[in-house]
């Protein structure tokens, strides 16, 4: 009984101490970053109908979702993703608004995955949503505000891999393919089984050419090199164009000089009912998941009444994390800390010292000296939980301070200390 009260479900993990003090600063270093790209923030419900979930919006699955019923007997479900909820807020309070429109958030979202697979159930994501855009400018915008929210994280080397749904769909209607022959090419691509794309693809009824170019997919990656390969393999007029706007969002993105950042991989059909242009997906060392995913969906809001076109991107967190602390990426805190040990008799200088620590920003943590811990003891707990400078109160007037690195040890007066 008490194993269970103390254990958490599957897939849902506990987070504290100097772990959760460095998420949190991770997100807000995130979200800097998103304010300063002119967004504003949104929260949304983190339960709702499970209409505003369906699988045209882009959520997970319907058995993926955690589901329960309110006492109208309405489903309701846990947020699987967020884009589909800020779709709704803007159909419903930007009803009328013509120019863009930038929102940023953050929270957990909750997909029930198979067990034994590894994954958390329970997802915090930080993301935006940038609508009433549909220029190429607005792609490399979003994808330029990725590669500086993850600079902001602490990430020196990742890559943000960017593919385009028009251009295969410009290669399948070349084809002229029936549904279920179309959806066995796109599962095949999806899973990169490009072996088995072949062998599938060589019994079809389809010119040499189409099949070339479908099979071309499995090397369209890389630079700007994969781009000239993609437009000399098709004469689609949709995969023409995809190709042009890709160029157009590189060229916008060496303006912002991270060239570096960037590649390309055509084969990249995610969320392909879902997605309309522009999809995209991101990568560092140290987690095989992406750490980010985005892409335009100019149709998800029409779904809510608005016809706006919209890209945006989620980057999950937790992943992020992975790749952080594997890749042994240090953390600087931005704030001082301080402990202070006092006995009864000295509780009042005690405060004192503790307000005004606290006024000049620097988290303060007090402990009243007991009679079953030395002093010692007390050393080691600043050290566990990097308590920092230490203030060792000897009477109303002197105070013994330690300094963070404790390679100074020395006796103050308090009233030199305290503003």
């Known amino acids: 009984m008490r194993e269970t009260m103390l254990s958490t479900p599957e897939g849902i993990r506990d987070i504290y101490g100097l772990e959760c003090e460095r998420k949190h600063a991770v997100l807000a270093a995130m979200e800097n970053v998103l ?29 993926e979702m955690y589901k329960f019923f309110d006492r109208d007997n309405n489903t309701l479900v846990l947020r699987p993703d967020f884009t589909p909820s800020v779709a709704r807020c803007v159909a419903k309070y930007f009803a009328d608004e013509e120019l863009p429109i930038r929102l940023c958030y ?18 915090t994501q930080v993301g935006s949503e940038l609508i009433n855009d549909d220029s190429s400018a607005a792609d490399a915008e979003t994808i330029a505000c990725v590669i500086d929210c993850l600079k902001a994280a602490g990430l020196k080397e990742f890559q943000i891999e960017i593919g385009e749904v028009d251009f295969f769909k410009g290669i399948i209607e070349e084809a002229n393919l029936d549904a279920d022959t179309e959806e066995k090419i796109r599962d095949y691509i999806q899973i990169k089984n490009f072996f088995g794309l072949s062998e599938f693809i060589s019994e079809l009824d389809m010119s040499e050419e189409i099949k070339e170019d479908l099979n071309s997919l499995s090397s369209l990656f890389g630079g700007l090199d994969a781009l000239d390969k993609a437009e000399s393999i098709t004469k689609s007029p949709r995969a023409l164009e995809a190709i042009d706007r890709l160029r157009k969002v590189y060229t916008a993105l060496s303006y912002y000089e991270y060239q570096e950042y960037v590649s390309f991989d055509l084969s990249m059909i995610n969320g392909y009912d879902y997605y309309t242009g522009i999809v995209f997906s991101g990568y560092t060392y140290g987690t095989g998941n992406p750490i980010v995913k985005g892409g335009r969906y100019n149709n998800l809001l029409s779904q809510f009444g608005k016809d706006a076109p919209s890209i945006g991107f989620s980057i999950y967190v937790d992943e992020l994390m992975n790749g952080i602390t594997r890749q042994n990426i240090p953390f600087e805190r931005t704030t001082k800390c301080a402990l202070i040990v006092y006995t009864i008799e000295n509780q009042a200088s005690a405060l004192r010292l503790a307000q005004s620590l606290r006024e000049k920003d620097i988290i303060t943590q007090l402990i009243r000296k007991s009679k079953r811990h030395d002093e010692d003891e007390y050393m080691r707990y600043s050290d566990v939980y990097d308590a920092g400078r230490v203030y060792i109160l000897q009477d109303d007037s002197n105070v013994r301070i330690i300094s963070d690195d404790r390679s100074v040890d020395e006796i103050r007066d308090i009233n030199d200390l305290v503003i």
Not at 35 to 62: C, M, Q, V, W
């Open 35 to 63: 304010h300063l790209y002119g967004n504003k923030d949104i929260e949304t419900p983190t339960f709702e109908y499970f209409g505003i979930f369906n699988a045209d919006r882009g959520s997970a699955p319907s058995n």
């Open 106 to 123: 953050k929270g957990k979202t909750f997909a029930s995955t198979e067990k034994h697979q590894g994954k958390l159930a329970e997802i």
